[in-house]
């Protein structure tokens, strides 16, 4: 199976930085897309951005300008630089992987949809 880990939140004033990082672990070939969305409390989960195994980005309108998605390839790991921090990026920042290619006891399997359990975020005015 595949397990993410994300690292690096916090809680930070209002102007700040943080950057949180994302470490994909198992006996994975391969992972396609690496995302990361954030829930604000009392809110759905929304988008935030998405980086593609070539490295190909896409974000959403709240997190252009000030986000930053980056990936390792051979570390299995994405980053997320974010500036200029404001309160209303409050939440838990998730990791995803929409698909996988990872070993079991010598043989190959594609998984989908795996999630990170979150890390806080906390901006204060």
């Known amino acids: 199976q595949v397990q993410l880990v994300e690292s690096g939140g916090g809680v930070v004033q209002a102007g700040g930085t943080l950057r949180l990082s994302c470490v994909a672990s198992?006996?994975?070939?391969?992972?396609?897309?690496m995302a990361w969305y954030r829930q604000a409390p009392g809110k759905v989960r929304e988008f935030l951005a998405e980086?593609?195994?070539?490295?190909?980005?896409s974000y959403a309108e709240s997190a252009k300008g000030r986000f930053t998605i980056s990936r390792d390839n051979a570390m299995n790991t994405v980053y997320l630089q974010m500036d200029n921090l404001k309160p209303e990026d409050t939440g838990v920042y998730y990791c995803?992987?929409?698909?996988?290619?990872?070993?079991?006891?010598?043989?190959?399997?594609?998984?989908?949809?795996?999630w990170g359990q979150g890390t806080h975020v906390t901006v204060s005015s």
């Open positions: 980086v593609s195994d070539v490295g190909r980005t």
């Open positions: 198992g006996l994975i070939a391969s992972i396609d897309n």
């Open positions: 995803h992987v929409d698909r996988a290619l990872y070993l079991v006891a010598s043989s190959s399997f594609s998984g989908v949809d795996f």
